[in-house]
């Protein structure tokens, strides 16, 4: 199988398992944010505002140091965990991000990779993909090879690039010049998008 097929089948077992998913949650509307952690929570959100273009809205906290397990019932940390603030910001169209700075004395500083557990990433939608790169670049942004387009299959129509946060987060560029993704042929549903 090439690693496109493998590639298309992930998206569409995602897809099928979403839809599923969506069907057993009562009253679920859609997230209404991602948490992350970063080393230093003002220089995310300033990334984020000065280079992305979301918009900071609010911070909360601090919290803790409690006494008692509060951090580790509620929030799976240790029980000596703090969280002196986190920000939460709008990017676009899409969902808010809350950007948390922890300190703990178990904390792990390393970045998980695409392929660690835990990995992730943000995709932000661009109508332009070649601008967008040039102007990451311009703000010397660490970009991860060149856009590549999906050329068959349900993906056909997007074309991708991976960059890096100034602190080792991966985020990613999407776009779908050509207005439609080759899953719509064959589904009715669709995935969400931040232009309709």
């Given at each position: 199988m090439?690693?496109?097929?493998?590639?298309?089948?992930?998206?569409?077992?995602?897809t099928?398992?979403?839809?599923a998913?969506?069907?057993?949650?009562?009253?679920?509307?859609?997230?209404?944010?991602?948490?992350?952690?970063?080393?230093?929570?003002?220089?995310?959100?300033?990334f984020?505002?000065?280079?992305?273009?979301?918009?900071?809205?609010?911070?909360?906290?601090?919290?803790?140091?409690?006494?008692?397990?509060?951090?580790?019932?509620?929030?799976?940390?240790?029980?000596?965990?703090?969280?002196?603030?986190?920000?939460?910001?709008?990017?676009?169209?899409?969902?808010?991000?809350e950007?948390?700075?922890?300190?703990?004395p178990?904390?792990?500083?390393?970045?998980?990779r695409?392929?660690?557990?835990?990995?992730?990433?943000?995709?932000?939608?661009?109508?332009?993909?070649?601008?967008?790169?040039?102007?990451?670049?311009?703000?010397?942004v660490?970009?991860?090879?060149?856009?590549?387009?999906?050329?068959?299959?349900?993906m056909e129509?997007l074309?991708?690039?991976?960059f890096?946060?100034?602190?080792?987060?991966?985020?990613?560029?999407?776009s779908?010049?050509?207005g439609?993704?080759g899953y719509?042929?064959e589904?009715?549903?669709?995935?969400?998008?931040?232009?309709?």
């Amino acid at each position: 199988m090439t690693l496109l097929a493998k590639r298309c089948l992930a998206a569409l077992v995602l897809t099928a398992s979403s839809q599923a998913a969506f069907a057993e949650l009562p009253g679920m509307q859609g997230p209404q944010h991602l948490g992350f952690t970063v080393p230093d929570r003002q220089a995310a959100v300033d990334f984020f505002v000065d280079v992305i273009g979301c918009e900071a809205y609010f911070t909360i906290g601090p919290f803790g140091p409690f006494e008692d397990d509060w951090m580790s019932v509620n929030l799976n940390v240790h029980p000596e965990a703090t969280i002196p603030a986190a920000h939460l910001v709008r990017c676009g169209d899409g969902t808010n991000l809350e950007i948390f700075e922890y300190t703990s004395p178990d904390q792990r500083t390393e970045q998980p990779r695409n392929s660690d557990i835990g990995g992730h990433h943000i995709a932000f939608y661009v109508d332009d993909m070649n601008e967008a790169v040039a102007y990451l670049k311009e703000n010397e942004v660490k970009v991860l090879g060149e856009p590549h387009p999906f050329t068959e299959g349900p993906m056909e129509g997007l074309t991708w690039v991976y960059f890096m946060a100034p602190w080792g987060m991966q985020l990613e560029l999407v776009s779908v010049p050509y207005g439609s993704m080759g899953y719509e042929k064959e589904n009715r549903g669709r995935l969400w998008d931040p232009r309709h």
